[in-house]
T-cell receptor
Framework: KQEVTQIPAALSVPEGENLVLNCSFT??????LQWFRQDPGKGLTSLLL?????REQTSGRLNASLDKSSGRSTLYIAASQPGDSATYLC???????????FGAGTQVVVTP | EPEVTQTPSHQVTQMGQEVILRCVPI?????FYWYRQILGQKVEFLVS????????KSEIFDDQFSVERPDGSNFTLKIRSTKLEDSAMYFC????????????????FGDGTRLSIL
């Protein structure tokens, strides 16, 4: 059974520091992995999608890596800003119709 | 940018009552999903829907739940007889069809409906 874990559960950094968020999964048979941002009481905003055949995806200050064989993905956010404060979720997609399986998230606070 | 829209944003209902949550997926998307997030817990998959039928459902999606696409734009989740444990945030999501590569497409989520059962 697939388990998705995100460590740490919470993280506080001063503005300007780089953020490193970790996601691990127990079953490497995934189709892709998606990173989301969730603001309090709000929906999920898709940040990056990495296909299982890819090692990396970049969008602006965000970079996500995927090591499928070891069951790990890392989201890097460069030069963090207070507006980056949110909960970041990773979700894996098994080779089936489409359900995503989510981690519990990392709550990030960026202090000015 | 196109969005998934959900209504209402907050629904309060008495235990045992029926509730319908509504979603308008992104217009050219063909795959639809419902997820839920109980307060403080992980987002959980409920059901996926394509071509007017359920593609996959989780153990949570029992006989009390049903989904429907009543017209060309709406996608609904019905809970027939609500229980206290149905209190959660319910998210609708959609993804496009690009040839047969639906599985490689990102899912786009709405802002959710907070369902409170009293």
């Amino acid at each position: 059974k697939q388990e998705v874990t995100q460590i740490p559960a919470a993280l506080s950094v001063p503005e300007g520091e780089n953020l490193v968020l970790n996601c691990s999964f127990t079953d490497s048979a995934i189709y892709n992995l998606q990173w989301f941002r969730q603001d309090p009481g709000k929906g999920l905003t898709s940040l990056l999608l990495i296909q299982s055949s890819q090692r990396e995806q970049t969008s602006g200050r965000l970079n996500a890596s995927l090591d499928k064989s070891s069951g790990r993905s890392t989201l890097y956010i460069a030069a963090s800003q207070p507006g980056d404060s949110a909960t970041y979720l990773c979700a894996v997609r098994p080779p089936s119709w489409g359900k995503l399986q989510f981690g519990a998230g990392t709550q990030v606070v960026v202090t000015p | 940018e196109p969005e998934v829209t959900q209504t209402p944003s907050h629904q309060v209902t008495q235990m045992g009552q029926e509730v319908i949550l509504r979603c308008v997926p992104i217009s050219n998307h063909l795959y639809f999903y419902w997820y839920r997030q109980i307060l403080g817990q992980k987002v959980e998959f409920l059901v996926s829907f394509y071509n007017n039928e359920i593609s996959e459902k989780s153990e949570i999606f029992d006989d009390q739940f049903s989904v429907e696409r009543p017209d060309g734009s709406n996608f609904t989740l019905k809970i027939r007889s609500t229980k206290l444990e149905d209190s959660a945030m319910y998210f609708c999501a959609s993804s496009p069809l690009v040839l047969d590569r639906v599985m490689g497409q990102p899912q786009h989520f709405g802002d959710g409906t907070r369902l409170s059962i009293l």
